[in-house]
Nanobody, 114 residues
Framework: QVQLVESGGGLVQPGGSLRLSCAAS????????MGWYRQAPGKQRELVAS???????NYADSVKGRFTISRNNAKNTVYLQMSSLKPEDTAVYYC????????WGQGTQVTVSS
């Protein structure tokens, strides 16, 4: 069973940047999608960005131009570079690996506040 571990969250001021990492416990082969989701208090979990095994990316409208998803296959790691952060980006961020089944990480808190 694949395990995903997120890191990189924290407290940042509005306009600041953070980079989240999601490390998989083993190499991922075949057709897959890895995504970053977030869930703010009282709100549903939503897709932030995703990347396929072929390298295609997708972003929520609210983060286009500010967030970038990327991967390092040698390190079995997917990243989410977040820039120009806003208070409304505050949430717990989760990574998900979609294979034949879905695997989720434990989440990392991102707080954007002055």
């Amino acid at each position: 069973q694949v395990q995903l571990v997120e890191s990189g969250g924290g407290l940042v001021q509005p306009g600041g940047s953070l980079r989240l990492s999601c490390a998989a416990s083993e190499s991922i082969v075949g057709i897959y999608v890895m995504g970053w989701y977030r869930q703010a208090p009282g709100k549903q979990r939503e897709l932030v960005a995703s990347i396929t095994n072929g390298g295609s990316t997708n972003y929520a409208d609210s983060v286009k131009g500010r967030f970038t998803i990327s991967r390092n296959n040698a390190k079995n790691t997917v990243y989410l570079q977040m820039s120009s952060l806003k208070p409304e980006d505050t949430a717990v961020y989760y990574c998900k690996l979609a294979l034949k089944v879905d695997y989720w990480g434990q989440g990392t808190q991102v707080t954007v506040s002055s």
